[in-house]
């Protein structure tokens, strides 16, 4: 691999992971705070409503490949529960705010990843691009994790306007990095966007399975929807030792 230049990598499940109560956590956090600026919510009814909202709208966003996030959510669920609240209402950021609060201290790095990037920093260009659809929340997530130093690029769906696999957005990538697309890795776990849209795009996918081979839980959230395989002949890593073989710098 004495051509590749680059590396790209994925955020959630590739480089971190968070705990499994995260959602859950993060959604009672939502519903208190729409019910301290004075909306009287059932718990339960709420949860309901904002959960088929969520599947309406990202399933749209897969669709057509343009991010969506979270305000849409929660504006149409308080439409049903007989509040009309639009998009762009201040108790609705608030409640964005609240919600993505409780990922920020139960993210954690995957063993060896900051050694990782250390070893690859002066060796690479290197990018992180995620699908997050609140920006503010994955670059201050990035930071807690004291990823931010090692990064030439961050890309962020949310503020891109469009997620992964969408050829957009690695062509994003490739221009940030600099580099011909061909020279360029991209390291990911989750088939669909990772994988397959980087070899759509030109690069080189490198699938990663360190969370499903050490029987670890995925990122919760609506936006998961692991497939089983790629649909491309990838080279797989389970650890990043594996990676650092593969570039021949182990």
């Not at 590396?7 to 009672?28: H, Q, R, V, W, Y």
Request: net charge neutral.
């Amino acid at each position: 691999m004495n051509h590749i230049r680059a590396i790209g990598f994925d955020l959630f499940n590739t480089l971190i992971t968070a705990d499994p109560k995260t959602l859950n956590e993060a959604m009672s956090r939502l519903i208190h705070s729409l019910q301290e600026s004075g909306l009287k919510l059932g718990n339960e009814s709420f949860k309901e409503a904002h959960h088929k909202a969520a599947v309406q709208f990202v399933e749209k966003a897969r669709r057509d490949g343009r991010e969506t996030h979270n305000r849409f959510w929660i504006s149409a669920a308080l439409h049903t529960q007989g509040y009309n609240v639009p998009p762009d209402d201040p108790r609705i950021a608030a409640a964005v705010d609240a919600y993505f609060s409780a990922f920020f201290h139960n993210c954690y790095l995957i063993p060896g990843t900051k050694e990782m990037l250390g070893a690859l920093k002066d060796l690479y260009r290197l990018g992180l691009l995620t699908n997050f659809t609140h920006a503010p929340a994955a670059r201050e997530i990035i930071d807690r994790v004291e990823l931010t130093p090692y990064f030439d690029v961050v890309l962020i769906s949310g503020e891109l306007g469009f997620r992964k696999p969408h050829p957009l957005v690695f062509r994003k990538l490739i221009e940030r990095l600099g580099v011909e697309k061909n020279q360029i890795l991209y390291v990911g776990d989750d088939p669909g966007p990772d994988i397959t849209g980087a070899q759509r795009a030109g690069l080189q996918p490198v699938w990663t399975t360190y969370i499903r081979d050490n029987n670890l839980p995925f990122v919760p959230g609506v936006l998961s929807r692991v497939e089983e395989e790629p649909d491309v002949k990838v080279l797989r890593i389970s650890t990043w030792k594996d990676l650092l073989s593969l570039l021949d710098k182990a």
